[in-house]
């Protein structure tokens, strides 16, 4: 289905309100006001919510709070996990203010029924899962193995690992880096202009220095691609077994094929096993592995929490402690206490 007629097809279901087409099609024409992940995992949560309401002889828009209630609690029956229960209560929300409609999550009923389903959750022994960090050592290591490779893939591969560990940027954020977006600072080491990011969205974007070795590694896989004269290449394009890049790439690779960087990097460092991890996710390294390990880096060098946020462009304090969560529960106040050595008993 298309995506306007499908949107007002599946959120209305019968409905003759005119007003509320009305409103749910502009909010369709505005949907670059939203990222494309975000527009993404809306059509999703409104097509399984919406078959979930049709099974059940429930409404969907407006939907009740008993009914998002009951939602909830099926999604958390199936073994949803309750960051993904959180994302299907927000974006049912967001559905509801974008189509001028109270959203049925502030109801005091569905604020208790999260509640509890956060509660039981972590009583059962859910844990919020967690990328697997890609720390400084294990660039250094990739760095010996590929650095005089003859393989134009593994010098992309090394140049995304340093970029992607030095800047903090999200996956996707470097995909769309392009050779116009280099300069060079006064002492020859490489200046990225990042346009922008999930967080920040400025004209002025923000700019990402690399260290010399990284600014290195970048310009070796720039000059043996043969894309220093072409400002619109993305930085990082498909390489052909012929040990050739296909064509100058002006569009991002794709997600699975930046995850398989991550998957070549794993098998190259010798860690190819992957770890047991909670509801299966996050055994080896991805896309978000650069950033736990840098912000984990940052974190046993004394780098302070503020300084950490700014690096990785987090708007939430929450969200770095639980990535630095391990590795400083040895700096709290009542370990240095108690391991004082004038402390008297």
Same mark, same amino acid.
């Given at each position: 289905?298309? &995506?306007?007629?499908?949107?007002?097809?599946? %959120?209305?279901?019968?409905?003759?309100?005119?007003?509320?087409?009305?409103?749910? !099609?502009?909010?369709?024409?505005?949907?670059? !006001?939203?990222?494309?992940?975000?527009?993404?995992?809306?059509?999703?949560?409104?097509?399984?919510?919406?078959?979930?309401?049709?099974?059940?002889?429930?409404?969907?828009?407006?939907?009740?709070?008993?009914?998002?209630?009951?939602?909830?609690?099926?999604?958390?029956?199936?073994?949803?996990?309750?960051?993904?229960? %959180? *994302?299907?209560?927000?974006?049912?929300?967001?559905?509801?203010?974008?189509?001028?409609?109270?959203?049925?999550?502030?109801?005091?009923?569905?604020?208790?029924?999260? @509640? @509890?389903?956060?509660?039981?959750?972590?009583?059962?022994?859910?844990?919020?899962?967690?990328? *697997?960090?890609?720390?400084?050592?294990?660039?250094?290591?990739?760095?010996? %193995?590929? @650095?005089?490779?003859?393989?134009?893939?593994?010098?992309?591969?090394?140049?995304?690992?340093?970029?992607?560990?030095?800047?903090? #940027?999200?996956?996707?954020?470097?995909?769309?880096?392009?050779? $116009?977006?280099?300069?060079?600072?006064?002492?020859?080491?490489?200046?990225?202009?990042?346009?922008?990011?999930?967080?920040?969205?400025?004209?002025? +974007?923000?700019?990402?220095?690399?260290?010399?070795?990284?600014? &290195?590694?970048? #310009?070796?896989?720039?000059?043996?691609?043969?894309?220093?004269?072409?400002?619109?290449?993305?930085?990082?394009?498909?390489?052909?077994?012929?040990?050739?890049?296909?064509?100058?790439?002006? &569009?991002?690779?794709?997600?699975?094929?930046? &995850?398989?960087?991550?998957?070549?990097?794993?098998?190259?460092?010798?860690?190819?096993?992957?770890?047991?991890?909670?509801?299966? $996710?996050?055994?080896?390294?991805?896309?978000?592995?650069?950033?736990?390990?840098?912000?984990?880096?940052?974190?046993? @060098? +004394?780098?302070?929490?503020?300084?950490?946020?700014?690096?990785?462009?987090?708007?939430?304090?929450?969200?770095?402690?639980?990535?630095? $969560?391990?590795?400083? %529960?040895?700096?709290?106040?009542?370990?240095?206490?108690?391991?004082?050595?004038?402390?008297?008993?």
């Amino acid at each position: 289905m298309s &995506e306007l007629s499908g949107f007002n097809g599946v %959120a209305l279901s019968g409905s003759s309100d005119d007003d509320l087409t009305a409103r749910l !099609a502009a909010f369709v024409r505005h949907r670059e !006001a939203f990222s494309p992940n975000t527009w993404r995992q809306l059509l999703s949560v409104m097509r399984i919510c919406w078959r979930w309401s049709q099974e059940n002889k429930r409404s969907f828009l407006p939907m009740s709070p008993a009914d998002l209630q009951d939602y909830l609690f099926h999604l958390q029956a199936t073994g949803r996990a309750t960051s993904t229960i %959180a *994302v299907h209560a927000a974006l049912i929300a967001m559905l509801h203010r974008n189509a001028g409609l109270v959203p049925p999550t502030v109801s005091p009923d569905v604020v208790r029924a999260r @509640k @509890k389903i956060n509660r039981t959750a972590v009583v059962s022994g859910e844990r919020t899962g967690q990328a *697997v960090p890609f720390c400084r050592p294990d660039l250094n290591r990739l760095d010996a %193995a590929w @650095k005089n490779s003859p393989r134009l893939q593994h010098l992309r591969d090394l140049a995304f690992m340093h970029v992607a560990y030095g800047t903090l #940027l999200r996956m996707s954020e470097i995909s769309r880096l392009r050779v $116009r977006d280099i300069s060079r600072a006064a002492d020859g080491r490489i200046l990225l202009d990042v346009g922008w990011t999930k967080t920040i969205l400025q004209s002025g +974007g923000i700019v990402k220095a690399l260290s010399a070795r990284s600014s &290195e590694r970048l #310009l070796a896989w720039i000059n043996a691609a043969g894309l220093a004269g072409e400002p619109d290449a993305v930085l990082f394009c498909p390489v052909h077994r012929s040990n050739k890049i296909t064509a100058v790439a002006t &569009e991002p690779m794709s997600a699975p094929c930046l &995850e398989d960087i991550w998957r070549r990097a794993r098998l190259q460092a010798g860690a190819g096993t992957p770890l047991k991890t909670n509801k299966g $996710r996050y055994s080896s390294w991805s896309g978000h592995s650069a950033r736990v390990g840098a912000a984990q880096d940052m974190a046993r @060098k +004394g780098v302070s929490i503020a300084q950490i946020m700014q690096e990785g462009t987090w708007t939430q304090t929450q969200t770095v402690m639980r990535y630095i $969560r391990r590795v400083d %529960a040895h700096n709290g106040a009542m370990v240095g206490l108690m391991e004082d050595e004038d402390w008297q008993s």
